[in-house]
């Protein structure tokens, strides 16, 4: 009875939230991340089979990190009133403002998964499901087009506008980590001027995007 009623107890207190939790902690503490998962269960006293109830491995945990912050941001956008009568720039620009503020609110710990690899996003492990769940959203945004050419070639340009948007998350993304601009203005700027540009793309006036979007990283090149 006594066996039963403690893997009870613990069952209610480990879940894959928590487990989260107490990998971040770890790695904000520590500045490292754990060599494997024995040592990260033996050091915040998590039974083994708990962890693996939730996770496969320290790096599947990394990976469920990021697709939570996904996940979060998409919640934040479907309570926001009115998102559903947005355009099509409109709901991505929301996209893109709502991931920013969740990756400001964990910026430590952002920072450290990114840090390491930044020179290489491309590769990045722990972005996986991540880039899966982004791709995902981005093609229901197209499927409610309203950008004609997007009509006319809509087996060409979904796929490639979602990997567009995800090069573009990316280009941000290393744009954001050395922004130390107040409350990272310059990035909701390069923001705003990136989605107008993929937008315009499918447009009628793409160059002008471009060109605005070139001075100003142009601009900020030179001032770092």
């Known amino acids: 009875m006594a066996t039963t009623k403690k893997t009870a107890t613990k069952s209610k207190q480990v879940d894959d939230s928590k487990i989260i939790e107490l990998y971040m902690n770890s790695v904000l503490t520590e500045n490292a991340s754990p060599k494997n998962a024995y040592l990260f269960c033996k050091e915040n006293a998590i039974e083994e089979s708990d962890f693996y109830s939730f996770f496969g491995?320290?790096?599947n945990v990394k990976q469920v990190i990021w697709v939570k912050f996904f996940e979060n941001a998409i919640t934040a956008i479907n309570n926001e009133e009115g998102y559903a009568t947005y355009t099509d720039k409109n709901k991505l620009?929301?996209?893109f403002y709502t991931l920013f503020e969740i990756l400001t609110l964990n910026r430590s710990y952002v920072l450290f998964s990114l840090e390491e690899n930044k020179n290489n996003f491309k590769n990045l492990k722990d972005l996986v499901l991540?880039?899966?769940e982004f791709k995902a959203f981005v093609s229901t945004i197209i499927d409610e087009k309203e950008i004609p050419s997007i009509t006319k070639l809509d087996k060409i340009t979904k796929p490639l506008f979602s990997e567009g948007a995800w090069v573009q998350f990316?280009?941000?993304?290393?744009?954001?980590?050395?922004?130390?601009?107040k409350g990272f203005e310059k990035t909701d700027i390069l923001i705003e001027k990136s989605v107008n540009t993929a937008v315009d793309i499918f447009n009628t006036k793409p160059l002008e995007s471009l060109i605005d979007l070139g001075k100003f990283l142009w601009k900020e090149n030179k001032m770092s």
């Open 57 to 59: 491995s320290i790096d």
């Open 93 to 95: 620009l929301t996209l």
């Open 130 to 132: 991540f880039r899966k």
């Open 170 to 181: 990316l280009l941000i993304l290393k744009f954001w980590m050395d922004d130390s601009s």
